[in-house]
């Protein structure tokens, strides 16, 4: 996706894998985190996924989300921002799990994908392939927090303003970098 001059992608980072995927009950929190983020933000959390919250069963597991983000993606690179962003619908307003299949075949359906092709890379290996290569890159490039913002110009990387960042200020910072 190209916001005026500058090309921008999404990378999952891999928040909750190994021993982090675990369910949500481990991890008391969340609900404090998620009012400081709507705050910031002016994110909104839906009724749906705070019953989830509150019930604690549901596992934060982050290789089905960026497995489908991968897989959206490939069909559509330029609208990788978007599928990040449907996705996240999905769960935090209406709580569904990423883990279900049936979320990301029917975001490629509304957004008409070609859904058996979505349907096979989630199944194959293909999607998964994806996402631990974007788990690498995410560590790679030296992601230790997320949600993080970069500016990768050939092989400098500098992390950019993110949450709770004014969209000036962020315009300037990439003012100053683009010189």
């Not at 599928?83 to 008409?112: K, P």
Request: proline fraction near 3%; aromatic fraction near 8%.
């Amino acid at each position: 996706m190209c916001y005026d001059r500058v090309p921008f992608t999404a990378v999952s980072g891999g928040l909750f894998v190994d021993d982090r995927a675990a369910p949500m009950s481990r991890y008391p929190y969340i609900s404090k985190s998620n009012e400081r983020i709507a705050q910031m933000t002016g994110a909104t959390f839906g009724a749906a996924y705070k019953a989830l919250a509150e019930e604690g069963s549901t596992v934060m597991g982050s290789l089905d989300a960026a497995t489908a983000v991968a897989v959206l993606r490939d069909q559509d690179p330029q609208r990788a921002i978007y599928w990040i962003h449907q996705l996240q619908q999905a769960f935090y307003l209406n709580g569904r799990s990423l883990s279900d299949q049936e979320v990301c075949l029917e975001i490629a359906a509304a957004n008409g994908l070609d859904v058996e092709i979505v349907q096979r890379h989630l199944t194959d290996g293909f999607g998964r392939g994806q996402a631990l290569a974007d788990f690498a890159l995410a560590r790679a490039l030296g992601v230790q927090s997320y949600p993080t913002l970069l500016f990768v110009d050939g092989r400098k990387v500098m992390q950019l303003p993110a949450v709770g960042t004014s969209l000036e200020r962020l315009n300037q910072t990439l003012d100053s970098l683009l010189g």
